[in-house]
């Protein structure tokens, strides 16, 4: 298995960060497998959806319908609304695989391979890809 970790800056707000281009170039070449995405943060998660359509603002605010960012969570460190961003990865998973044919990712259309953070107290992230050969 081949894998890395690379790093990202989700800033001060909300974010979905297409992560497409990154994947891609970590897979080429690599032949027939499968592309392994984590995030090893306890608020954070990856998402596979399409991006740039607005589908990526669509998740952000059905997001912050169903995790709103007020004073109702028990966990109350940091910003206001902190809580949610340790119960969204409950909803979008920290990790993310997809089939990898002839070194590329085999994705649909319109599918991007994305970061979802809603954590405005850490805007550093770590990303770790794994590719395993088959």
Same mark, same amino acid.
Not at 80 to 92: E, F, I, K, N, Q
Not at 106 to 113: M, P, V
């Given at each position: 298995?081949?894998?890395?970790? $690379? !790093?990202?800056?989700?800033?001060?707000?909300?974010? #979905?960060?297409?992560?497409? *281009?990154?994947?891609?170039?970590?897979?080429?070449?690599?032949?027939?497998?499968?592309? &392994? #995405?984590?995030?090893?943060?306890?608020?954070?998660?990856?998402?596979?959806?399409?991006?740039?359509?607005? !589908?990526?603002?669509?998740?952000?605010?059905?997001?912050?319908?169903?995790?709103?960012?007020?004073?109702?969570? $028990? &966990?109350? &460190?940091?910003? *206001?609304?902190?809580? *949610?961003? &340790? #119960?969204?990865?409950?909803?979008?998973?920290?990790?993310?695989?997809?089939? #990898?044919?002839?070194? *590329?990712?085999?994705?649909?259309?319109?599918?991007?391979?994305?970061?979802?953070?809603?954590?405005?107290?850490?805007?550093?992230?770590?990303?770790?890809? !794994?590719?395993? !050969?088959?």
């Amino acid at each position: 298995m081949r894998s890395e970790t $690379r !790093s990202y800056q989700t800033g001060a707000s909300d974010v #979905v960060l297409d992560l497409t *281009r990154d994947c891609a170039e970590f897979v080429g070449g690599q032949g027939d497998g499968l592309l &392994h #995405v984590f995030v090893p943060h306890a608020t954070a998660g990856i998402a596979v959806l399409e991006t740039g359509a607005g !589908s990526d603002d669509d998740l952000l605010a059905a997001l912050d319908d169903l995790l709103p960012a007020d004073d109702r969570w $028990r &966990h109350r &460190h940091g910003s *206001r609304g902190h809580g *949610r961003s &340790h #119960v969204m990865p409950a909803l979008v998973p920290p990790y993310a695989s997809v089939p #990898v044919l002839g070194g *590329r990712l085999a994705l649909g259309t319109w599918q991007s391979i994305c970061l979802v953070d809603l954590n405005v107290d850490n805007p550093d992230r770590e990303v770790r890809f !794994s590719f395993l !050969s088959g």
